[in-house]
T-cell receptor, first 112, second 112 residues
Framework: SAVISQKPSRDICQRGTSLTIQCQVD?????MFWYRQQPGQSLTLIAT?????????ESGFVIDKFPISRPNLTFSTLTVSNMSPEDSSIYLC?????????FGPGTRLTVL | QKEVEQNSGPLSVPEGAIASLNCTYS??????FFWYRQYSGKSPELIMS??SNGDKEDGRFTAQLNKASQYVSLLIRDSQPSDSATYLC????????????WGLGTSLAVNP
């Protein structure tokens, strides 16, 4: 499986600001996914990011709030814009491997 | 709406016992089935995948799939305290859609 890193690992932000989360993979992957996991909850898919095309967002998530970049086959960013306390969560990137998805370590975001 | 259902637990078993985790899914066309383990504060890690009816064994773990009844289960033999975690069931449908549909997870506590 691929080795996936995320930056930052955690952050505390003020409401109304934005945070960009980076996801780096040690091998080229076609498809990357961004998830949110709120405390005690399961995974919620935000969007699917393919290199060279616009991200595909799930119901309830919009590009203005969660813009995603995918400039190459090893890197992606997710921005959480105009944050509110409801955005406090763990944000996970995952990559589509040979059989299933593999996850980065996550970014723990707290919005005050 | 494609759904994956799991008992939230907590499931509590004594050390050395067999832990049995169950998952049902609604999409009869589902083709791939996965069990992930998630320790508190960590990201999910894949522990088992299964694609055809029957049992698949890997060490102390056995995955069981019954497509006619639309359920998949995970047995953990000789449970250890280190197995205490949340177990997530994920299902992928047929075709080129690489998204996973996630259950809410079952919390397992193995008591020494």
């Amino acid at each position: 499986s691929a080795v996936i890193s995320q930056k930052p690992s955690r952050d505390i932000c003020q409401r109304g600001t934005s945070l960009t989360i980076q996801c780096q993979v040690d091998s080229q992957v076609t498809m990357m996914f961004w998830y949110r996991q709120q405390p005690g909850q399961s995974l919620t898919l935000i969007a699917t990011a393919n290199q060279g095309s616009e991200a595909t967002y799930e119901s309830g998530f919009v590009i203005d709030k969660f813009p995603i970049s995918r400039p190459n086959l090893t890197f992606s960013t997710l921005t959480v814009s105009n944050m509110s306390p409801e955005d406090s969560s763990i944000y996970l990137c995952s990559v589509d491997g040979v059989d299933t998805q593999y996850f980065g370590p996550g970014t723990r975001l707290t919005v005050l | 709406q494609k759904e994956v259902e799991q008992n939230s637990g907590p499931l509590s078993v004594p050390e050395g016992a067999i832990a049995s985790l169950n998952c049902t899914y609604s999409d009869r066309g589902s083709q791939s089935f996965f069990w992930y383990r998630q320790y508190s504060g960590k990201s999910p890690e894949l522990i088992m995948s299964i694609y055809s009816n029957g049992d698949k064994e890997d060490g102390r773990f056995t995955a069981q799939l019954n497509k006619a009844s639309q359920y998949v289960s995970l047995l953990i033999r000789d449970s250890q305290p280190s197995d205490s975690a949340t177990y997530l069931c994920a299902v992928r449908g047929a075709g080129n859609n690489r998204k996973l549909i996630w259950g809410l997870g079952t919390s397992l506590a193995v008591n020494p």
